[in-house]
């Protein structure tokens, strides 16, 4: 075979010996890259995920701070509400108090009404009872005479020119204050009854 011949044919091996070999490198290569795709892919997306829970936890607290500081602000808002109405009513019950005592017959109410719980709670003598000045002397002398056939043996009617309306029964170290201000003294008593009453009409 002739040199030419020869050169020739380790040309041709050589360049198939490259050629498989490039071949292989690639395919190696193509192996590689495809493994660090995934790799690439599986840590973004374990990554992405982390990402997410721990958005997801932040967006959870967030909301559950922001639905306490709602409930709360609600809460407020409905004290508040519900403060106001019933500092609306206290006028209208001032008013209907002292119409009550206007009244004759709203003041024999009254005035037994409250009687009956001091019976029912003082000894039978001894009774002081102050009223306002303005309460008729005919009424006065009815309810003497009631409270005498009830088995109270001394009644005193004094007037109270401080007082404008109801009486205050004193015996001994007792006293029952059934006047216009001993009946609003005690705002937390009277603002449960009108939430009472107000939850009732609404």
Same mark, same amino acid.
């Given at each position: /075979?002739?040199?030419?011949?020869?050169?020739?044919? /380790?040309?041709?091996?050589?360049?198939? !010996?490259?050629?498989?070999?490039?071949?292989?490198?690639?395919?190696?290569? %193509?192996?590689?890259?495809?493994?660090? /795709?995934?790799?690439?892919?599986? &840590? &973004?997306?374990?990554?992405?995920?982390? %990402?997410?829970?721990?958005?997801?936890?932040?967006? +959870?607290?967030?909301?559950?701070?922001?639905?306490?500081?709602? =409930?709360?602000?609600?809460?407020? +808002?409905?004290?508040?509400?519900?403060?106001?109405?019933?500092?609306?009513?206290?006028?209208?019950?001032?008013?209907?108090?002292?119409?009550?005592?206007?009244?004759?017959?709203?003041?024999?109410?009254?005035?037994?009404?409250?009687?009956?719980? %001091?019976?029912? =709670?003082?000894?039978?003598?001894?009774?002081?009872?102050?009223?306002?000045?303005?309460?008729?002397?005919?009424?006065?002398?009815?309810?003497?005479?009631?409270?005498?056939?009830?088995?109270? *043996?001394?009644?005193?009617?004094?007037?109270?020119?401080?007082?404008?309306? *109801?009486?205050?029964?004193?015996? *001994?170290?007792?006293?029952? +204050?059934?006047?216009? +201000?001993?009946?609003?003294?005690?705002?937390?008593?009277?603002? *449960?009854?009108?939430?009472? !009453?107000?939850?009732?009409?609404?």
């Amino acid at each position: /075979m002739s040199l030419d011949r020869q050169v020739r044919a /380790m040309i041709r091996v050589a360049e198939e !010996y490259r050629a498989e070999r490039c071949s292989a490198l690639l395919e190696s290569a %193509a192996g590689k890259a495809k493994r660090i /795709m995934a790799q690439a892919q599986a &840590a &973004a997306r374990n990554s992405l995920r982390a %990402a997410l829970t721990e958005t997801r936890e932040e967006l +959870d607290v967030a909301l559950a701070e922001a639905e306490t500081e709602l =409930v709360s602000l609600r809460r407020v +808002d409905a004290q508040k509400r519900l403060a106001a109405a019933l500092e609306a009513c206290l006028p209208a019950l001032q008013r209907a108090l002292r119409g009550r005592w206007q009244s004759p017959s709203g003041r024999t109410a009254w005035v037994r009404q409250h009687l009956a719980v %001091a019976i029912a =709670v003082l000894p039978p003598t001894g009774w002081r009872i102050h009223h306002p000045p303005s309460w008729p002397a005919a009424e006065r002398d009815a309810t003497h005479r009631w409270l005498r056939d009830a088995g109270i *043996g001394e009644a005193l009617f004094e007037a109270d020119p401080g007082l404008e309306a *109801g009486i205050r029964v004193r015996c *001994g170290p007792n006293l029952l +204050d059934a006047t216009f +201000d001993g009946l609003l003294a005690d705002r937390d008593l009277i603002n *449960g009854r009108l939430l009472h !009453y107000l939850q009732e009409i609404t």
